[in-house]
């Protein structure tokens, strides 16, 4: 595992959104990187917990009049998201793809990360 002092390697970006009661996600700074417009077709699937957003021409779901990427029902079902979850949005743009972080899966990564970097010191 890289320290954390260490510079950036990875060409991510990153953002933060709220999901909305409907379902929705946006945030300007990832959509701009990914260029996804209005329309773009776009493939939603849940993999190990993880809500995984692609480009594909031939996507059965679309960015919204507004720019926002809806999440499905189930998909938000498999991956515990509830409206009002504040959600960390990892893209690649070279692979066209967008990952969606909710709550329980951040509380796992830090959890790991805490463990290990504090090496059973307690708060």
């Known amino acids: 595992m890289a320290k954390l002092s260490e510079k950036r390697a990875g060409t991510a970006v990153y953002g933060v959104s709220t999901l909305d009661a409907s379902g929705r996600i946006a945030d300007r700074v990832i959509m701009r990187a990914l260029g996804w417009a209005t329309g773009f077709r776009l493939d939603i699937r849940e993999s190990k917990g993880l809500?995984?957003?692609?480009?594909?021409?031939?996507?059965?779901?679309?960015?919204?009049?507004?720019?926002?990427?809806?999440?499905?029902?189930?998909?938000?079902?498999?991956?515990?998201?509830g409206p009002g979850d504040r959600v960390l949005l990892v893209a690649y743009p070279a692979a066209g793809l967008l990952v969606v972080h909710s709550p329980a899966s951040l509380d796992a990564l830090v959890d790991a990360i805490h463990a290990q970097a504090l090496s059973g010191e307690q708060s």
Do not use: I, K, S, Y
């Open 51 to 81: 809500t995984v957003v692609a480009a594909d021409d031939n996507g059965l779901f679309r960015v919204t009049e507004q720019g926002n990427v809806h999440l499905p029902a189930a998909v938000r079902h498999w991956c515990r998201l």
